[in-house]
């Protein structure tokens, strides 16, 4: 698929987060990479019924987000970049501010105390640091767990049942790389039966080793 996308504008549309077109190229991107994927078959899979959050689901790279009750498998896959992950980071290790740190004291006692490195908070360019140390060790970041869906049924007193499923999670950057672990996950995540000890064997600490 990266051959087909690499003449697209902005291409690897590392700044989803904060630009439509580029989330929205990611997305289609990825699409294609789940349609190519061994063992894929749309007919299968929906998207999961939720409100849609295009702000958080830009800033957190979230593009597929996929079930199927007949299956009893989720799909979950986030595009990543430096630049996505640099902004989460500094966002959300932004320190405090002297109000902020005022109001702890408060609740917590006078005798409360942080060091100075985290009220400070996290510089964009120690940010920056360390999502680059982060995309050189890893160009995806792969596991199953555990989880269920609810099933609506009428017939059943509460309306409904829980359905027990296996989620795959998988964030990837747009790279060969990325693509490659990401289409070896998503088949083997997609073989009949169970898949977690398939994918989690195949995948220690959910990393890809680069």
Known sequence: MIDKFEKTPDFP????????????AALEYWM?????????????WAPRERPL?????MYHGKVI???????????NLQTWSVLGDANMLFKENSGLSPADYKSLKAKFGPEFSLADDVIAGMSYQEALTEAQDDARLTPAKIWVEKASIWHSDPTYKNGGYQIETERLVLTAQISKQ???AALSALALFLEPGSSMFRVNNAFPDGMVVT
């Open 65 to 75: 987000d996929i079930i199927s009750n007949d299956l009893r498998k989720e799909i």
């Open 178 to 180: 990325g693509e490659s």
């Open 13 to 24: 549309f590392e700044r989803y987060f904060e630009d439509a077109n580029q989330y929205a």
């Open 53 to 57: 959050e295009i702000e958080s689901d």
């Open 32 to 44: 294609s990479v789940l349609r190519k994927a061994k063992g894929f078959d749309a007919t299968y």
